[in-house]
């Protein structure tokens, strides 16, 4: 697929469609490697990369329920049951980290960079025939979720991206008309 193409057909796959098989040890070597040549002003590399597979997904998506009902013991059992399959479905989950470093590089930048990285994996993981999604919610921006990561205070969770091999065909929706959003500036 050429890269112009690959860029054409990008689209999510929603993470509960995302099944077995997802890329192997070989195969995430290449896609990290890959996704992490980010544009990166002053080289910080502000991010790091977090996998969660197999048994430690399930435990990671159990901790982060029995946080929860912690914070919200009247959480509706709808509730319970979505925060309990969260991390059920890809069999490759990857949080991507980010690490702002203070001085001269502003925050945005540094932030751009991990969203970068993020993009990236969705990219590779549609180059290498997989699907993915980038997803957030609550536990992105929540300090006890980023302890249960093993987070430092200052690295926040940009993106767990979904990856795996898609369950069925995902149609593509509506896409902004790119003139739309496209001008010529004129002086
Ligand atoms: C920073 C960021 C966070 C996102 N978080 C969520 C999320 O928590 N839940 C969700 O349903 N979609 C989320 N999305 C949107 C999906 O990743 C995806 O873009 C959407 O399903 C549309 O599909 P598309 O990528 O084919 O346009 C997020 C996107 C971005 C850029």
Redesign the pocket.
């Known amino acids: 697929m050429d890269t112009l193409h690959l860029l054409l057909d990008r689209?999510?796959v929603?993470a509960r469609q995302l099944t077995e098989p997802g890329p192997d040890a070989d195969e995430q070597a290449r896609l990290f490697a890959a996704a992490l040549r980010v544009p990166d002003h002053g080289k910080l590399a502000p991010w790091r990369l977090i996998t969660l597979e197999g048994e430690a997904k399930h435990e990671f998506g159990r901790r982060l329920l029995d946080l929860a009902i912690r914070k919200d013991p009247d959480l509706p059992p709808a509730r319970r049951e979505k925060e309990a399959q969260r991390y059920s479905f890809a069999p490759l989950v990857v949080a991507v980290v980010a690490h702002v470093q203070q001085g001269r590089i502003p925050e945005q930048e540094q932030l751009l960079s991990a969203g970068c990285v993020a993009y990236n994996l969705l990219l590779g993981a549609q180059a290498l025939g997989y699907s993915a999604?980038?997803?957030?919610?609550w536990a992105a921006y929540d300090r006890d979720a980023a302890a249960i990561l093993g987070l430092d205070e200052d690295e926040r969770v940009i993106?767990f991206v979904h990856i795996g091999t898609p369950a069925l065909d995902v149609p593509e929706?509506e896409r902004p008309a790119p003139q739309s959003r496209v001008c010529r500036w004129t002086p």
Do not use: C, K, V, Y
Not at 133 to 137: A, E
């Open positions: 689209r999510s929603p999604q980038w997803l957030t919610g993106a929706r």
